[in-house]
Antibody, heavy 120, light 107 residues
């Protein structure tokens, strides 16, 4: 079964760092782009960026460039999203998702989401 | 960034109704338009990609159409499990952008 399994919920304080993960299985991890999507409480979906685990080529939305880092470790089929200094406004659910193996295509497989709460 | 505008923002419908949701792009995106369904507490699910291609496993009552700037998602006969929020997404230019969502509620 093709799936993406994300790390568990996190509660952090402003200024702390965080790295969440997304592990792929059931397919060749290095051959598909993996994206990250933010959903703030009660709000819509925001595309943050995407990475190709085969060569770690990462692209960012301008809204998230310099705010987060997207990386991947192909040896363990895992993608990551990390913050160096969290803000309260980073409170959201973060989804990873696999892009269809077609250029400029949709996300066909989604992780279950990781809830990140940032509060003092 | 390309802006995606969905209409309506919400609608009430009955089981068996035909439902149409519209998505408009701020510039031409050819057919790089995808539709997702999201239920409360769950991750989004891909329904339609490339404007009109039905994702594997998705019921045939869902269909998509359009190209350029105007797109439509149609549910031919609404079923109880279809009550959810629907999002369009363009994948023509990065950053990919989503519409604000359309909530389909029970009348």
């Amino acid at each position: 079964e093709v799936q993406l399994v994300q790390s568990g919920a996190e509660v952090k304080k402003p200024g702390e760092s965080l790295k969440i993960s997304c592990k792929g299985s059931g397919y060749i991890f290095t051959k598909y782009w993996i994206g990250w999507v933010r959903q703030m409480p009660g709000k819509g979906l925001e595309w943050m960026g995407i990475i190709y685990p085969g060569d770690s080529d990462a692209r960012y939305s301008p809204s998230f460039q310099d705010q987060v880092t997207i990386s991947a470790d192909k040896s363990i089929s895992t993608a990551y999203l990390q913050w160096s200094s969290l803000k309260a406004s980073d409170t959201a659910i973060y989804y990873c998702a696999r892009q269809l193996n077609i250029p400029r295509s949709a996300f066909d497989i989604w992780g279950q989401g990781t809830m990140v709460t940032v509060s003092s | 960034d390309i802006q995606m505008t969905q209409s309506p923002s919400s609608l009430s419908a009955s089981v068996g109704d035909r439902v149409t949701i519209t998505c408009r792009a701020s510039q031409s995106i050819s057919s790089y338009l995808n539709w997702y369904q999201q239920k409360p507490g769950k991750a989004p699910k891909l329904l339609i990609y490339a404007a009109s291609s039905l994702q594997s496993g998705v019921p045939s009552r869902f269909s998509g159409s359009g190209s350029g700037t105007d797109f439509t998602l149609t549910i031919s006969s609404l079923q109880p499990e279809d009550f959810a929020t629907y999002f369009c997404q363009q994948s023509y230019n990065t950053p990919w952008t989503f519409g604000q969502g359309t909530k389909v509620e029970i009348k």
